[in-house]
């Protein structure tokens, strides 16, 4: 079969494919470095002309055309399935930026069930000889989004990364409508990560309950880059990776020679993931890396297949707790910050492996800086509007700077006495104020 004349057949300009977006139409913009660049300049010259188009993506590593193009958000709507400062912006800042909430796990299935797609836009690598375009640095859903579409245009990009797997992770000549050859622009990247004292503690509290063998997801931010930080100057050997974002804390793992796979029950010597976001240090090491593994995130976060994995161990962020478990890691009140992600996917899996164990981590308190003081991150009652990401039956471990509770078991009076342990000093007595008018307080327990 010579692919090569179909890829001439289906190849047209990038501001070709952006003609083919009408007022009205949803269109998928892919998802982190995968964010279309060519097409997305062309579809930027169209505001104005055009009126009410829905734009859904994620984790945006840059800022869009289209955003720059269209501040107002009367031409392009965004709606993120998760949220990174881009997206943010949009969301808080204009009344053109929605958050969609999600269980990411369930991310493929709400494509393929409840998500009309009238155009997608997705960034792959070259076509191969046998008329394969990989997805570069995300399985995670994009084959949902392909099967849905009713349209199809692929933008090339000679440096995204090969990325071995899995399953997924690449789509054919024949699955699609339209081939745009971009400009190679370099893969969007994240910062280096970086963490500071109180990172550092928490990641301590945490690595001391990792055993040899352990299989590790970990969230992105200072303390799950502390945690990685931990690990490798530790005695700590054999480890697994089974994640939904592949970060360059993993890639430090394993050149320390912390991670082998060796132990993992499922997908053994293999560091699976659903999509990647990083430095270049990262994208290079996935680029034909047969131990890399990208699969569907209807894989990577499905509970079903993490409970399989023992010592499983989930490390994730918060923005608030509150006293009897309760997390909320996607906004302060109505301020949005970043989105449920697989929180609670990992949450659940965990606990469900032989071993395993899920860590929610914060800082015990934040300097507010409308306010000029310091405010805890430990509470009563979440900030009006904010969003509960895993609900209190679900909570496993909390961990501040001060210490580390395990929820499973305990009543409300019993939570609400070890979270407060995790409160920073001089909010303690306040909080016990709080928990004794709430009913969850018992003078036993006072100190």
Known sequence: MDYKEKYKEKLVTAEFAAGLVKSGDYVDYAWAGQTPVAIDEALAKRAG??????????????????????????SFIWNSWHSGGPDR??????????????????????????????IA???????????????????????AVVETADVVVLEVNEKLP????????????????????????????????????VDRKVAEYIVAEIPNGACLQLGIGGMPNAVGSLIAESDLKDLGVHTEMFIDAFVD????????????????????YAFAAGTQKLYDFIDNNPQCMAAPISYTNDDRIISQLDNFVSI???????????VSSESSGTKHISGAGGQLDFVLGAY????????????????NKKTGKDESRIVLNFPAGSAVTVARPNTHYI?????????????TWERAEGIINLASPEFRDDLIKQAEEAGIWRNSNRR
């Not at 808080?92 to 009309?116: C, Q, V, W």
């Not at 501040?400 to 499973?408: P, Q, S, Y």
Request: proline share 4%; glycine share 12%.
């Open 253 to 272: 793992l394993y050149e320390k020679g912390k991670i082998t796979g060796a132990k993992k029950s499922i997908d053994r010597f293999r560091q699976v």
């Open 316 to 326: 994730n962020n918060a923005v608030n707790v509150d006293l009897v478990g309760q």
């Open 49 to 74: 002309e055009l009126k009410d188009v829905v734009v859904r993506g994620g984790v945006l590593l840059g800022i869009p055309e289209i955003f720059k193009a269209d501040p107002q958000g009367d």
């Open 399 to 411: 961990v501040t700077e001060h210490g580390i509770f395990n929820c499973k078991g305990k009543s």
């Open 352 to 367: 469900l492996s032989k071993g395993g164990k899920s860590f929610i981590c914060l800082s015990s308190k934040f300097h």
């Open 89 to 118: 912006g949009r969301i808080n800042t204009t009344d053109a930026g929605f958050y969609n909430p999600l269980r990411y796990s369930e991310l493929p299935r709400y494509y393929r069930e409840n998500s009309k797609v009238d």
């Open 121 to 143: 836009f997705i960034g792959v690598t070259p076509m191969d000889k046998h008329g394969y375009f990989n997805m570069g640095l995300n399985a995670s859903h994009l084959m």
């Open 162 to 197: 090969v990325a071995l797997g899995g399953f997924e992770n690449v789509v054919h000549i024949d699955q699609i409508d339209y081939v745009v050859e971009g400009e190679n622009p370099d893969i969007l990247a994240l910062p280096e990560g970086t963490f500071g004292d």
